[in-house]
């Protein structure tokens, strides 16, 4: 079946910790996305990739770091620069095109402590 | 960037009752996609809607584009418990934004 998966699902660190995590998705779409959602509230754009190699910071970038080396993997990390990182982290693909539709992972609850 | 509200951010309704919810924007959209989070999961992509005054249909979902493209609703007829969940507007424009949701609860 094609999709992303996103690991772990439940992810806890200590503060201080950097803390990496994972996106894959296998239908072969060019774009991908982190977002960030917290309790009760809307999704947040934190970076955005249109192709490999190549990336860009959404609204809060801030004491986070991306990669894309690959064109299936976006692994986004949480640095400890991140002064709030307890939250829903969900990733998202779509094809070509900036109005494609979003393709969501089933997400990673961070919590740090 | 662009801001995409959204109204109301919460709804209670006795099942079998209608529900709308309504995304603003103070700029034209060039598009305006819809997405359904049920509580726990993850947003699920409904609709597009692209054209001026564009209306489509999904069983009792009716979405609607403003004529100035600056407005979109999403009507759900008849609500069942398996409408709950959150409904968000989202525009890729130029910062991929979401709106902030509108959470509808259902009462059996």
């Known amino acids: 079946d094609g999709g992303i998966t996103q690991s772990p699902k439940y992810l806890f660190r200590k503060e201080g910790q950097n803390v990496t995590l994972s996106c894959e998705q296998n239908?072969?779409?060019?774009?991908m996305y982190w977002y960030r959602q917290d309790p009760g509230q809307g999704l947040r754009l934190i970076y955005y990739s249109q192709i490999v190699n190549d990336f860009q910071k959404g609204d809060i970038a801030e004491g986070y770091s991306v990669s894309r080396e690959k064109k299936e993997s976006f692994p986004l990390t949480v640095t400890s620069a991140q002064k709030n990182p307890t939250a829903f982290y969900l990733c998202a693909s779509s094809s070509t095109g900036r109005d494609s539709p979003l393709h969501f992972g089933n997400g990673t609850r961070l919590t740090v402590t | 960037g662009q801001q995409v509200m959204q109204i109301p951010q919460y709804q209670h309704v006795q099942e079998g009752e209608d529900f709308t919810t309504y995304c603003n924007s103070s700029t034209t959209l060039s598009n305006i996609q819809w997405y359904k989070q049920r509580p726990g999961g993850h947003p699920v992509f409904l609709i597009q809607l692209v054209k001026s005054g564009e209306v489509k249909k999904q069983k009792r979902l009716t979405f609607q584009f403003g004529e100035a493209k600056k407005n979109s609703s999403l009507h759900i007829t008849a609500t069942q418990t398996t409408d709950v969940g959150t409904y968000f507007c989202f525009n890729a424009g130029n910062m991929l934004t979401f709106g902030g949701g509108t959470r509808l609860m259902v009462k059996p």
């Open positions: 239908l072969n779409h060019d774009a």
